[in-house]
């Protein structure tokens, strides 16, 4: 008989009740195995991810979402790579974050300690799958997945392998549950399921935030939009900015640390902007610019604004030309999404304004976008990029999926 949503997250509470308990060999126990069954299982799984990609195909789904949707030898590697250094990294539960000696003689220690259970909302990706169970389990988690329908296939694969591994090593296979629905509904009454679930996280695009914080009774981690912005600076190595440009714009443009708006000083846009805009148009990106880009690259077209407030995810990318450093941070703080923001310099001053001044999770100096990623920053893996401000803030690892607690210990005191 097929459970409820309600249901399965209930199921999904008790079990992470025990998961909260075990110790640090256990879990890593568990992800041992899981990276053991996905080695042994993987043409079971690239089957079932086969028939996914069959099913976009014939629904037209575009080619970025595809990309996203895509497993291979070499993502199933990474995928147990990444499991790998999830089990090497230190357990965060009971670690002792600070502790003091009142002059009462009563001692308090502040300690990590599970969330509880975990929903997580995401789209398109079955990666994230593996990535956001092995966290949560390592970090003392229970978790609800609900992927999207174009993945339903390759996300049963690989959850009902963690379901195994937990059975195998006697912890209950209900510490990850993946829905079976993939309705509007299924979101809903996720994420109006106070007292189950403890917080949510949801990996997708702006119209499914906005379904999310119009139901939420639960706290949201939002993983936001990715409009990240360059800014090469007039005392830019141009053959550095050349590379790191192309590697952030064409390297996988459907990622959410992808660049999406490139901003370029005045003083160097006769030389470097003609330049950067034939090697991208090579590469097959779609430019849309302001009027300079306009004068230096014919082919590009006006850019509204609007297309300096999108996250593409795909190879289009929206160019302005600012006056200085000044205008490059009132353009980046005006559309920027709060994600991930560059600048390419020679000079420290502009560097270090740059950093002070820009308002992002993660603020890069002469190097890609692409490495705001948890695996990248040496997290193991991340369960999300957050953009907001409370509790966790960037690529979140294991540390940002507990919560602290007191603890005080004494021999008698009373307050008077």
């Known amino acids: 008989m097929a459970h409820s949503v309600i249901d399965l997250i209930t199921n999904a509470k008790l079990a992470s009740s025990a998961i909260a308990l075990a110790n640090a060999n256990t879990k890593n126990d568990v992800l041992k195995t899981v990276a053991d069954l996905i080695e042994e299982y993987s043409s079971k799984i690239l089957e ?45 539960i009971g670690a002792v974050v600070e502790g003091w000696v009142l002059p009462n003689g009563l001692n308090v220690s502040r300690i990590r300690v599970p969330l509880g259970l975990i929903g997580i909302i995401y789209e398109n990706r ?125 390297q996988r443009p459907g990622v959410c640390n992808a660049m999406e708006s490139l901003l370029i000083h005045k003083n160097i846009a006769e030389t470097f902007l003609p330049r950067i805009c034939t090697v991208l148009d090579k590469l097959g990106v779609e430019i849309v610019g302001d009027d300079l880009t306009l004068k230096h690259f014919g082919k590009a077209t006006e850019a509204t604004d609007q297309d300096y407030a999108t996250e593409f995810l795909d190879l289009k990318l929206s160019i302005k030309c600012v006056e200085d450093l000044d205008e490059a941070i009132s353009h ?63 690529p979140m690892g294991l540390k940002d999926l507990t919560c602290i607690k007191y603890i005080v210990k004494g021999n008698g005191q009373i307050r008077k």
Request: with cysteine; proline share 3%.
């Open 332 to 394: 980046i703080a005006k559309y920027s999404s709060g994600h991930s923001e560059a600048i390419i310099t020679s000079d420290l001053r502009s560097a270090e304004r740059f950093v002070k001044e820009v308002d992002a999770a993660a603020v890069l100096v002469n190097t890609s976008t692409r490495f705001v990623d948890g695996g990248e920053f040496g997290l193991g893996a991340e369960i999300g990029i957050s953009t907001q401000k409370l509790h966790a803030r960037g």
């Open 126 to 250: 079955p990666n994230v799958t593996s990535d956001a169970a092995a966290l949560c389990l390592k970090s003392g988690n229970g978790v609800v997945l609900r992927g999207s329908k174009s993945a339903i296939n390759s996300n049963t694969a690989i959850a009902n392998l963690f379901r195994t591994a937990l059975k195998i090593n006697s912890l209950p296979e209900d510490a990850v549950t993946l829905l079976p629905y993939v309705d509007h509904d299924s979101v809903r009454e996720m994420v109006s399921s106070k007292g189950l679930l403890d917080c949510v996280i949801p990996r997708g695009g702006p119209s499914l935030l906005k379904a999310i914080s119009d139901h939420a009774t639960v706290p949201v981690i939002v993983d936001g939009d990715g409009n990240c912005h360059i800014y090469v600076d007039s005392s830019a190595d141009i053959d550095m900015a050349e590379e790191i440009i192309i590697n952030a714009k064409v």
């Open 48 to 92: 079932a991810n086969e028939e996914d990609l069959e099913l976009a195909s014939r629904e037209n789904i575009g080619q970025t979402a595809q990309d996203r949707l895509r497993l291979t030898e070499s993502r199933l590697e990474s995928m147990i790579n990444g499991i790998g250094d999830i089990v090497s990294q230190a357990d965060p």
